[in-house]
């Protein structure tokens, strides 16, 4: 039998088919489509709500210092103490915050996912100290390492991305080099190795597709985590500094003035809850779609 005969015979279904299927599946998830659309329309407003204004968060009117929400024309929720209008400054700080989020969990899952499927794949010793390396990083304090290496980088947004993504990479690399090593002794893997594949093909065309369904689910799980990050890290002042707007710094801004004005914290702690409560009834529609028991 010839080895593309038996290639053919071992190998496991088109996974696009199979992602056809599980798509499927989630789109009968009425809570996750619901949490689908209305992420959309929030992604939407913070991209393009801030052009149907004649002003810039950034821009005072010294006319309107401290303006109650009045919705009404041009400042609907009113402006903060310098005069800045607050919806537009919410909506450009959920630019920074949602950028970072899907920019930052994409970077992290692509390296989590290539660092996991090699290690998985090449096993041995590269393994072994491949994933020393991981348990070591895994061993310092989140903050303390992200604080560090915001330090390190010279502070500013560029950063504190690359802090964000150098601590979030590890739990995706885990995730695959478990199911890469589980692929590796497939009959489809040793066909393809017979057939004079390369180890780099190998990982690229069977063992990574083949993980995809763990990494949709996954990187479903990561974006909300990259976003609190940066909120976070921003609320305790090492994160995106003013005048620029992030939901972090917002947020931290509207606690100190939640005395006199809570409308400051609502605002972009209502949008920033709504987020992170829509990736996560995401996750869970995906996860019950790909899951191989639930069938």
Known sequence: MSVDVLSRETAPPPSASTLRLQFRRFRKNHLAMASVWLLALIVLGC???PYAFPFTGEDADFDFISA???F???HLFGTDEFGRDLLVRVLEGG???LTIGFLGALVAGVIGVLYGAVAGFVGGRADGLMMRAVEILYGFPYVILVIL??????GGNLALFAAIVFTLWLTPAVIVRAQAQSLARREFIEAARAGGMTGRQIVLEHIVPN???VVIVYGSLLVPEVILSESFLSFLGIGIKEPQASWGNLISSGTSAMDSD???LLLPGVLLALVLLCLNFIADGLRDAFDPNDR
């Open 95 to 97: 630019q920074v915050s």
């Open 149 to 154: 290496l915001s330090l390190l980088f010279g």
């Open 47 to 49: 991209f393009f709500g």
């Open 262 to 264: 809570l409308r400051l």
């Open 68 to 70: 109650p929400a009045h």
């Open 211 to 213: 993980c995809m369904s």
């Open 72 to 74: 009404q024309w041009p």
